[in-house]
């Protein structure tokens, strides 16, 4: 697609329910990212896919929080019983992989984020 | 480890005046990547501008400037003559030169011009 898409835009659910949030990204783009955005807050890193692998994870708060990548395209990232902690907007971002210097691939896009809402 | 400072919390500044937003960052990758990104009230993330780590030379994009300096590990960005368009908030990122490696970004900057 032109941009990096996410599903849904807006979520309310109940408290203990599972949540699943999409990210659809730049067509051609291998790398793709989770990030969490607390309302006022800064962007929290959350996982970060190389294909359809994850060679970092560290951001993610708890095994409640897990994400998958199939296809070397399309990301899901599921937080299984919802917290009201778990509040914020998810952000997904991709781009090129590349390491070759200076490339613009280096540069990653965001999606306008699912604003996720526990009750 | 890498880490990105934002030391300004809220900036708000008169229209047409000149503000810089600071950036501080630390890693020990010799190749790294830096970022400015903008999120308007609407909330969206947009990005504004890239540099390379080997590449020390200062861009100016219409009212928007950038000033990357190597020996102090900051890369600051100014806004000239601004405008109440320019109100958002304001990330710094960094990304090392690993082919895995994630972004991080600093804690935001809120800029709010005055009409």
């Known amino acids: 697609g032109a941009g990096v898409s996410q599903s849904p835009s807006n979520k309310v659910t109940e408290k203990g329910k599972d949540v699943e949030l999409r990210c659809d990204p730049i067509s051609g783009h291998t790398a793709l990212y989770w990030y969490r955005q607390s309302l006022g807050q800064g962007l929290e890193f959350l996982i970060y896919?190389?294909?359809?692998?994850?060679?970092?994870k560290s951001g993610l708060p708890s095994d409640r929080f897990s994400a998958e990548r199939t296809g070397g395209s399309v990301s899901t990232l599921t937080i299984q019983r919802t917290q009201q902690e778990d509040s914020a907007v998810y952000l997904c971002?991709?781009?090129?992989?590349?390491?070759?210097?200076?490339?613009?691939?280096?540069?990653?896009?965001f999606g306008e984020g699912s604003w996720l809402t526990v009750v | 480890a890498q880490k990105v400072t934002q030391a300004q919390t809220e900036i708000s500044v008169v229209e047409k005046e000149d503000v810089t937003l600071d950036c501080v960052y630390e890693?020990?990758?010799?190749?790294?990547?830096l970022f400015w990104y903008k999120q308007p009230p609407s909330g969206e993330l947009v990005f504004l501008i890239r540099?390379?780590?080997?590449?020390?030379q200062n861009e100016i994009s219409g009212r928007y400037s950038w000033n990357f300096q190597k020996s102090t590990s900051s890369f600051n960005f100014t806004i000239t003559a601004s405008q109440v368009v320019d109100s958002a908030v304001y990330f710094c990122?960094?990304?090392?030169?690993?082919?895995?490696?994630?972004?991080?970004f600093g804690s935001g900057t809120r800029l709010s011009i005055r009409p």
């Open positions: 890693t020990r990758d010799t190749t790294y990547y």
């Open positions: 896919f190389q294909g359809n692998s994850a060679p970092d």
């Open positions: 971002a991709s781009s090129w992989l590349t390491a070759k210097r200076g490339s613009s691939g280096n540069t990653i896009y």
């Open positions: 990122a960094l990304r090392g030169g690993s082919s895995a490696s994630k972004i991080i």
């Open positions: 540099r390379n780590s080997f590449d020390e």
